[in-house]
């Protein structure tokens, strides 16, 4: 395994250890599970604050998807893990249990969540169909359509729910993108059944939609009522940071009209990117965003910073709790939205921030 992979590795496997751990153990290990996917990885994003190296062109990464499949087999079976621990299956205390309800919901959101996202981007037809059965098990299977049938299509337009517009704050956004999303890609699904001449009893809506009811079932077979109130709570949080992430990295920049009235291609200006390092393999490079709508087929230890994307002020995670806040947030971001859409300004990744 190559030096980056190797960090990607630790990052993404050291949260589940321990929240494993904490939901048989609680304790200590359910502290940690939270604390490493929370303080440890704020204070290591500062103490480091740097980017990693790009990749050099053209590198390869036999096992990153190794990584992927590895990440999903821990997905899954830390799911049950943690709706048996939630409904008092291993014996933890009240407040162990919240401590893990938290922590898991950190791990889920950010992490499995990344990582369906890297699969369902792969060419393989059993990678893709994994990272949907990643969604599926949130109860967000109407993401493996629509992200890549309509937000990598329209990003950075009103033609996507999924990316903010400029002065919405994120509850305004959260309301309109789940809703937005959901309708959009069953309409992208449709038009390509239609295409394709297959019948509409093979729509992958029925299979989310299936796929999320057998979830359910399982939860509460696991857990009973208090197991399947925390597992709906956690695919909800979950479902809730992918939204966040979203939300963060294409608030308000807008793919400029053509002369034909059609949106020029989308390009590196049209994401917001962060260099800290520690969450980046955390997130499996999610927060390098612009590479990501540009290659979509690359690798996730490939993807590139380079001096003419735009860089938020903070990491991924920080900013996404900044924009829990919405007059704040406004007013460290809105500034700088402006400068990029009139071109004026090219911070280089890891620039310090303004004010």
Do not use: C
Request: hydrophobic share 45%.
């Amino acid at each position: 395994m190559t030096a980056p992979l190797r960090l990607f590795a630790i990052a993404t496997l050291g949260a589940p250890t321990l929240l494993g751990l904490g939901a048989v153990l609680g304790g200590v290990w359910a502290v940690a599970g939270l604390v490493w996917m929370t303080l440890l990885t704020a204070t290591l994003d500062e103490a480091v604050a740097r980017a990693t190296e790009n990749a050099p062109e053209g590198a390869e990464f036999p096992h990153a998807d190794t990584l992927s499949v590895a990440l999903a087999a821990v997905h899954f079976a830390l799911l049950a893990l943690v709706v048996a621990a939630l409904a008092g299956r291993t014996g933890l205390a009240g407040w162990e249990r919240v401590v893990l309800f938290f922590g898991a919901v950190q791990f889920m959101g950010q992490v499995s969540n990344s990582n369906a996202h890297e699969l369902i981007h792969r060419g393989a037809r059993w990678l893709h169909g994994l990272g949907k059965w990643v969604y599926i098990s949130m109860l967000y299977g109407q993401h493996a359509s629509a992200h890549l049938l309509v937000h990598h299509v329209h990003a950075a337009t009103k033609n996507d729910p999924n990316s903010a517009r400029r002065g919405e704050g994120l509850y305004r956004f959260i309301r309109r993108a789940w809703p937005g999303e959901f309708r959009a890609g069953l309409a992208a699904e449709r038009a390509r059944a239609e295409r394709a001449g297959r019948p509409r009893w093979r729509n992958p809506y029925l299979s989310y939609l299936a796929g999320g009811a057998g979830f359910l079932a399982l939860a509460a077979l696991i857990g009973g009522p208090v197991g399947l109130a925390g597992y709906i709570g956690l695919s909800l949080m979950a479902q809730v940071q992918l939204l966040m992430s979203d939300y963060v990295q294409h608030y308000g920049l807008q793919r400029r009209p053509r002369p034909d009235g059609r949106p020029e291609p989308m390009g590196v200006r049209h994401s917001w990117n962060a260099p800290h390092w520690f969450s980046s393999a955390l997130m499996l490079n999610a927060p390098r965003h612009s590479d990501h709508h540009t290659h979509p087929a690359r690798v996730y230890p490939a993807l590139r910073l380079t001096e003419d994307m735009p860089v938020l002020p903070r990491s991924l995670p920080a900013m996404a709790t900044l924009a829990l806040f919405p007059r704040l947030w406004r007013r460290v971001m809105d500034p700088r939205v402006a400068d990029w859409q009139d071109g004026a300004e090219r911070p280089a990744p890891g620039a310090p921030s303004k004010g």
